[in-house]
């Protein structure tokens, strides 16, 4: 029987003239001997009691004698007229009883009903969910209520630990209230936060001090930038977001597992040249990372010849200029040049030459010059060079035939001009230009 409650229960004792002689005392029976149906004489009974331990004990007392304390079980024959009490009925935990105590006693004749109404004690059972929510919970249970098991309650973004309270030592997921237990109880739901998973994906990018869990206690943040050579970033998209995002914020209180996928485009470069007196056609005016390689067109100038670009990532003059696939940033380039005017030579004149070489050192520049030089019969005086540009120093070298001399220069381009001058005072000279760095 599952018992509920107040449910109650009536015991009865009942003695009549049938074909035995009978006390009913709910679960507990008294039996007469047989008798004869002519007669009503009934002289002996037995007054049985068994298993009342379900409900209490009691003392029963026959003829004012007391012939059993706690009573739980009694079998005895019985004379009709025999006096009966029952006293000091003590209910077990979990019990009540609502017979008036007085109405407990008589004389067992006849026609005997003793009533005893119990009813099963109501417990409550409270529940402190800390925020959680719980369905389908028992509020309260009787002795001889069925084991049932506490449900298990939720809240957003916890895990729930378990319950502490009545009966346990430390939080318990799954808590029996078993059938025959007692008492009121409490009990508290115990949480500690979910932890959930950040996942990016970077598309070639990288980042750096990201997060990569987070649970609904953490503080606000805002994911961090990545960057990717080359690479503009667009923004993240994921979760949440409907469209890409730069500053994305996930806020104290957020819950579930997120993912982003940063979003790039490619950024367009800028070459610029500097022809410096020349023309150039066909040139590429810009690129990204992911244009093909290519070279830079060469440069035209009449009266010169093309000795090399110099500029972004050129250590001297360099005909041969290659934009790499991969490369970046914005680039700028120069055109250098060489002269190829030669003057008119008179009574002395330049045979050979000029050469040069130009080398670094720690002083800057040095120029290596080497020209040979004849004349008609007066002979050569002195040959007379000097650097034009940006003022500067000047030099004189007396030779006779040929000439090999070396000059300092600052980086930078240079026109160097050298005379040469016979006895008779003619003259013949020859401008080189010269880039230094």
């Known amino acids: 029987m ?10 009865l004792i009942i003695l009549i003239i049938i074909s035995s002689c009978s006390v009913v005392f709910g679960r507990y029976v008294v039996e ?4 004869e149906f002519t007669t009503i004489n009934i002289k002996t009974c037995n007054f049985i009691i068994n298993n009342f331990n379900r409900y209490g004990t009691l003392d029963l007392y026959l003829d004012g004698k007391k012939v059993s ?14 006096t009966y009490e029952i006293k000091n009925i003590k209910p077990n935990e979990g019990y009540i009883l609502e017979t008036d105590i007085n109405s407990l006693k008589g004389t067992i004749n006849n026609s005997t009903t003793i009533s005893l109404s119990f009813k099963t004690t109501s417990y409550s059972i409270s529940y402190t969910l800390n925020g959680g929510n719980l369905t389908g919970q028992n509020k309260n249970y009787t002795v001889e209520s069925n084991n049932f098991t506490l449900p298990t309650p939720t809240k957003a973004g916890y895990d729930f630990v378990g319950w502490t309270g009545t009966g346990l030592s430390s939080a318990t997921k799954n808590v029996t209230i078993k059938k025959g237990s007692t008492g ?6 115990n ?38 050579n080359g690479y503009t970033f667009n923004g993240w998209t994921g979760t949440g977001l409907s469209s890409a995002t730069k500053n994305v914020k996930v806020a104290k209180g957020s819950t579930g597992n997120k993912s982003y996928t940063a979003n790039w485009s490619v950024i367009n470069y800028t070459i610029s040249y500097n022809a410096n007196g020349g023309s150039i056609s066909g040139q590429k005016t810009s690129y990204n990372i992911e244009t093909a390689s290519f070279n830079l067109v060469t440069p035209s100038r009449t009266g010169y010849s093309f000795r090399g670009w110099t500029g972004t990532g050129l250590s001297g003059a360099t005909k041969t200029v290659t934009v790499s696939k991969g490369s970046t940033g914005n680039r700028s380039y120069t055109a250098n040049w060489v002269d190829d005017i030669r003057p008119t030579i008179h009574g002395a004149w330049i045979t050979s030459g000029p050469t040069y070489e130009v080398r670094s050192s720690g002083y800057g520049y040095r120029v290596n010059i080497q020209v040979s030089c004849s004349d008609s019969g007066s002979g050569i005086n002195r040959v007379l060079t000097y650097y034009d540009l940006n003022g500067g120093w000047t030099g004189e070298t007396n030779i006779t035939g040929s000439m090999t001399d070396s000059f300092w220069f600052k980086p930078g381009y240079r026109k160097i001009r050298i005379v040469v001058f016979d006895n008779a005072g003619n003259s013949s000279e020859t401008v080189i230009s010269v880039q230094c760095g």
């Open 191 to 228: 949480w500690t936060p979910t932890n959930y998973s950040i996942t990016y994906n970077l598309n070639g990018g990288s980042i750096s001090g990201q997060k990569t869990s987070y649970n609904i206690e953490s503080n606000d943040f805002t994911l961090p930038t990545p960057t990717r």
């Open 184 to 189: 009121n109880r409490s009990y508290t739901a």
């Open 69 to 82: 304390t706690s009573i739980s079980s009694f079998n005895r024959k019985m004379t009709i007229g025999t």
């Open 32 to 35: 007469s001997e047989k008798t």
């Open 2 to 11: 599952n018992i509920k409650t107040k449910t109650k229960f009536i015991i």
